[in-house]
């Protein structure tokens, strides 16, 4: 495996300006490796220009500058599961949070908007 892309542990004085130990080892902080983490990006297929021109104009749109008479709105769009409770959950106490069994009934899904 590659030390410097996983990182070092122990055995080195950190030098904190560039990150790397005195042997010369990459050193990476506990919190930057995380590859359980996933990032999504829309990733168009391979030559396929129409595509891409469509993705510039709307990045084009967000790189405009604030016009008071022509803001800017942005929308999304997501889908949620709708669940509802199997048992009732025990209310919160001094002590203990709310208790909620982890059995649930699907109620479906809903899309939503946000501006």
Not at 53 to 61: G, I, N, P, Q, R
Request: net charge negative; proline share 7%; with cysteine.
């Amino acid at each position: 495996m590659d030390r410097a892309v996983i990182g070092r542990k122990g055995g080195g004085i950190e030098d904190s300006r560039n990150s790397f130990t005195h042997d010369g080892m990459q050193y990476t902080k506990k919190n930057e490796f995380k590859p359980h983490l996933s990032r999504y990006w829309k990733i168009p297929s391979d030559q396929n220009a129409d595509f891409v021109a469509a993705m510039e104009d709307v990045l084009e749109v967000y790189a405009r500058p604030y016009n008071k008479q022509f803001p800017v709105v942005c929308m999304d769009e997501s889908s949620i599961q709708l669940i509802g409770e199997v048992r009732t959950p025990i209310p919160a106490a001094p002590g203990h949070p709310v208790l909620m069994d982890d059995e649930y009934v699907r109620n479906g899904v809903a899309s939503i908007f946000v501006e």
